[in-house]
């Protein structure tokens, strides 16, 4: 058995910068974040699972592009951004504080605090306005996931919706408009996000981006085929420009016809080992989709958190490579995106 297992490897765990980079919030309304709730994140959970960090996500479904739809979607994401801001204040005893940069995320570790991330899920928030991104920006945003299910006017998806009328593809991978999208996304230092688009989105935009991708929440399509993870081929497009994907706990990503009550912590962990032994461990992170349809036995929620590092000490990672996994290469990659924004 490992050292630190043997030791307190509840303690190395709650030593770590733990980040989380995706998490739903619910919308329009819902339980008070700093109180115990039905939700599978709420802070007390973090705070008692040792999870330092969470990327909360601004999602917003795919409707049909009309310009009516486009408006409300960019409403709804500016609505649950400023949600999410709101949830960085001090309240029963935990203080949380909004981050928007990877040295304000390590501030909050070694200051106590629990550190707010906000992101936004779909590119559909900004219809076909760039401009809207630099008002996501402005509000805290540091990655646009490109797409969801559907195609919009960014991108396709890797989930086509028959019910909105989508072929298999629309653009053939990036639009035009998506083209800009990443352009303006660079000079605004906010991250790309993958998860959701097809095959041939994610390797354009993986050679169009000044900065790495990342998918924020995906698994490994050779363990588990489904159309949300990725292949080989795209692993290695992300290691070539420097990026991450971050295994996710959706269980229906991790087995194939998975359900929470019959994947666990272990099938997580093959996800990670295969990413790692791929594309090397810098290029792999951890995230749930909590309250997005993330969840199993042993991690069915933020309070569980440890569990994921006592299965990578009995899998022989050293507290250097938890800790890269954990959060370390994600801030790797913010930092880029903000060295090289303008």
Known sequence: MNDAIASDPIALHRGLLTLDTHIDIPWPTGPDPFLEGPRRVDLPKMHRGGLAAGCFAAYVPQAARTPENEAAAFERAIGMLQAIRAMGRSENGIVARVAVTAEEIAACKREGVLAIVPAVENGFAMGHDLSRLARFRGLGARYLTLTHNGHNALADSCNPRTDLGNALTEHGGLSPLGRAAI????????????????????????????????????????????????????????????????????????????????????????????????????????????????????????????????????????????????????????????????
């Open 183 to 342: 352009a303006e996304l660079n000079r605004l230092g906010m991250l790309i996000d993958v998860a959701h688009v097809s095959r041939d989105s994610m390797l354009q935009a993986a050679d169009l981006s000044r900065t790495p991708i990342v998918s924020t929440h995906s698994c490994i399509r050779t363990l588990c085929d489904n159309a949300r993870n990725m292949d080989d081929a795209q692993l290695d497009a992300l290691r070539d420009v420097g990026g991450i994907i971050q295994i996710t706990a959706v269980a229906a990503f991790l087995k194939q016809d998975g359900k929470p009550d019959t994947v666990t912590v272990a099938d997580f962990a093959d996800h990670v080992d295969y990413a790692v032994r791929r594309i090397g461990i810098e290029h792999v992170g951890i995230s749930s989709d909590f309250d997005g349809g993330g969840g199993f036995t042993g991690w069915h929620n933020a309070g569980e958190s440890a569990n994921i590092t006592l299965e990578l000490l009995r899998r022989g990672y050293d507290r250097q490579e938890i800790a890269a996994l954990w959060g370390g290469n994600f801030l790797r990659v913010l930092r880029i995106a903000e060295e090289r924004a303008g």
